[in-house]
């Protein structure tokens, strides 16, 4: 190797090495936080023995060892940067193995960006770039082989090694075997013929002991679409160009590495620009709302400058945490009353299905928030998630189920991040079980319903209805139920639950409620108008805004004044 080369590959590691780290660190953190919220890694023996039942058992369960140290902010983005940093590593040497003469070491800067925009994803696991290195790493092995029959054995008998170990990178494998036979001039037709057949059919045969689908069967363990296949299909696509002198020949000089390096800087660039940094911001509120956070929630929320589901819903429940939701629901984007309850079903992305318990546990609904949390563990990657786990521990503490909070705390206690906080909500159950819950935990004031009802998941006035019948003074819950039929415009709705529950039960009234009944009672007797004790300034402001709205551009007339009122919203924004 050329001292110029060496000297290359150095800067070019060093850079990468720098750029990479600082995306992951501040620019794409709550990404790898939340991956590691969607798995868990247990320090047990069946745990371990889990994996076995599936392909790709090694690159999964060293996967997801690693992935439990996105936990920590800087520990992330430093494995995931070393990783990527192998992965070019093996693609250099792979490279150099057909003749790529000193400029491999920024030929093999291709694959590592797309693997790289690929890691961006949220249902990417980095198992897979795993299974990448680990493919690269054993045909480097495999070409050591001086004996030529000797080779055709060891082929065979790694294919069934790589589908167990790593999964389907198996045809990967047999087009480098392929093409290096090629490089070094050996004929032999019926050997490449029968590997790649071997190839395709291996994973046809299997996919019955593991109980795949036939999709399943070649694509494991990837979770995306074709996509995952780009990184090493681009590296291939590299060896069979490295079969063209005019390419194989080209050197280290300023032109080569200027235009070659423009490439690689337009490649990453596309690759970062197709980031969803949408998302990232959002995750970055839902960070804050794990940590109970409600301050920081309102300002990462301010920071959106256009409509968004998840953050209204997130900035509603901040709102009601501190006790001022109808003061502040106008203000801010509502689509309809999904802004309160986030709707699930079976078309779904992850991150509604994750989010949607929150709100219940933080009015206090335990059946529901458990019903909730436990679609989330469904959705997630094998079915284990350690946010959903901890939150079905919590939720089992609060209901007075020390059985059931002891299975999940049981399994929190196996995790290398979690088990201080098992073990210290362990230490309130232990001995305890014949006392009641309220003695035995610190709770915060919570109002979880005493009996199972059955409702339906959406009759979403039901649910919180019978949460107020209960217990009248969940001030956060009777909110939430009036909000509801508000932003349904459901006022008749609204007019019975505020006179069953809020009127004359309260010292003040909300201005949104105020307004909501104005509306309704505009053509009621004064009489009945008297005893709901709306202020003056009210009735005036709606007899002003019903005269302005009889004009021709009576919605932007109106956006000034009275965008954050009830009228408004309801008249143009629902």
């Given at each position: 190797m050329e001292k110029n080369e060496r000297s290359l590959q150095w800067v070019i590691a060093g850079i990468f090495f720098v750029v990479c780290f600082a995306f992951f660190q501040w620019i794409y953190p709550n990404h790898l936080f939340f991956k590691e919220q969607m798995r868990i890694f247990l320090y047990t023996i069946d745990y371990f023995i889990s994996f076995w039942d599936e392909p790709a058992w090694l690159s999964c369960y060293v996967g997801n060892f690693l992935i439990q140290f996105f936990h920590l902010t800087v520990i992330g983005p430093l494995i995931v940067t070393c990783v990527l940093l192998l992965?070019?590593?093996?693609?250099?040497?792979?490279?150099?193995?057909?003749?790529?003469?000193?400029?491999?070491?920024?030929?093999a800067l291709f694959p590592v960006a797309l693997e790289w925009g690929l890691i961006c994803r949220l249902s990417y696991s980095i198992?897979?770039?795993?299974?990448?290195?680990?493919?690269?790493?054993?045909?480097?092995?495999?070409?050591?082989?001086?004996?030529?029959?000797?080779?055709?054995?060891?082929?065979?008998?790694?294919?069934?090694?790589?589908?167990?170990?790593?999964?389907?990178?198996?045809f990967i494998f047999s087009l480098m075997v392929i093409f290096y036979e090629g490089a070094k001039n050996r004929k032999r037709w019926w050997f490449w013929f029968s590997l790649l057949l071997s190839s395709y059919l291996y994973p046809l045969f299997m996919r019955h002991f593991y109980g795949l689908s036939v999709e399943e069967?070649?694509?494991?363990?990837?979770?995306?679409?074709?996509?995952?296949?780009?990184?090493?299909?681009?590296?291939?696509?590299?060896?069979?160009?490295?079969?063209?002198?005019?390419?194989?020949?080209?050197?280290?000089?300023?032109?080569?590495?200027?235009?070659?390096?423009?490439?690689?800087?337009?490649?990453?660039?596309?690759?970062?620009?197709?980031?969803?940094?949408?998302?990232?911001?959002?995750?970055?509120?839902?960070?804050?709302?794990?940590?109970?956070?409600?301050?920081?929630?309102?300002?990462?929320?301010?920071?959106?400058d256009s409509p968004d589901i998840l953050i209204s819903y997130y900035r509603n429940i901040a709102f009601s945490q501190k006790n001022e939701l109808p003061q502040n629901l106008m203000d801010y984007y509502q689509r309809g009353s999904d802004a309160l309850f986030l709707p699930i079903d079976l078309k779904s992305s992850i991150l509604p299905v994750f989010f949607s318990n929150e709100v219940y546990?933080?009015?206090?609904?335990?059946?529901?928030?458990?019903?909730?949390?436990?679609?989330?563990?469904?959705?997630?990657?094998?079915?284990?998630?350690?946010?959903?786990?901890?939150?079905?521990?919590?939720?089992?503490?609060?209901?007075?189920?020390?059985?059931?909070?002891?299975?999940?705390?049981?399994?929190?206690?196996?995790?290398?991040?979690?088990?201080?906080?098992?073990?210290?909500?362990?230490?309130?159950?232990?001995?305890?079980?014949?006392?009641?819950?309220?003695?035995?935990?610190?709770?915060?004031?919570?109002?979880?319903?005493?009996?199972?009802?059955?409702?339906?998941?959406?009759?979403?006035?039901?649910?919180?209805?019978?949460?107020?019948?209960?217990?009248?003074?969940?001030?956060?819950?009777?909110?939430?139920?009036?909000?509801h039929y508000l932003l349904d415009e459901n006022l008749d709705g609204f007019k019975n639950a505020f006179d069953t529950y809020y009127k004359g039960k309260y010292e003040s009234v909300p201005r949104l409620y105020e307004e909501a009944l104005v509306q309704i009672l505009s053509k009621s007797p004064e009489e009945e108008i008297a005893g709901y004790q709306i202020p003056q300034d009210v009735i005036e402001d709606y007899q002003n805004y019903l005269r302005r709205k009889s004009s021709r551009k009576a919605k932007e007339e109106l956006r000034e004044r009275y965008s954050s009122t009830y009228w408004y919203y309801s008249d143009y924004i629902k």
């Open positions: 992965l070019w590593y093996f693609s250099m040497r792979v490279l150099r193995k057909f003749g790529g003469g000193n400029m491999v070491s920024i030929y198992a897979s770039t795993l299974t990448l290195i680990f493919v690269l790493w054993l045909f480097l092995e495999y070409i050591r082989i001086k004996s030529e029959r000797i080779s055709v054995w060891v082929a065979f008998i790694l294919l069934p090694i790589i589908y167990s170990m790593v999964g389907s990178r198996l069967a070649y694509k494991y363990s990837h979770e995306d679409g074709l996509s995952v296949y780009f990184p090493a299909t681009v590296l291939i696509l590299e060896i069979f160009a490295l079969g063209i002198n005019s390419i194989r020949r080209v050197r280290l000089n300023r032109h080569s590495l200027l235009i070659t390096f423009l490439v690689v800087c337009g490649v990453f660039s596309f690759v970062i620009a197709g980031t969803n940094l949408r998302q990232e911001r959002q995750l970055a509120v839902d960070q804050a709302v794990y940590r109970g956070d409600w301050e920081r929630v309102l300002d990462l929320s301010a920071g959106f546990y933080q009015l206090g609904d335990m059946d529901m928030a458990r019903h909730r949390a436990i679609e989330g563990i469904l959705f997630s990657p094998k079915q284990r998630s350690v946010r959903q786990i901890k939150r079905l521990a919590e939720i089992g503490m609060r209901r007075g189920d020390v059985e059931e909070a002891r299975k999940y705390l049981n399994l929190l206690g196996a995790t290398l991040f979690y088990q201080s906080w098992a073990r210290s909500k362990e230490k309130l159950l232990k001995g305890e079980e014949t006392l009641s819950m309220k003695k035995r935990l610190p709770r915060k004031s919570d109002w979880e319903r005493e009996h199972d009802i059955l409702l339906s998941i959406s009759d979403y006035p039901g649910v919180l209805s019978n949460l107020v019948e209960e217990h009248p003074e969940n001030k956060q819950a009777l909110d939430y139920l009036l909000c």
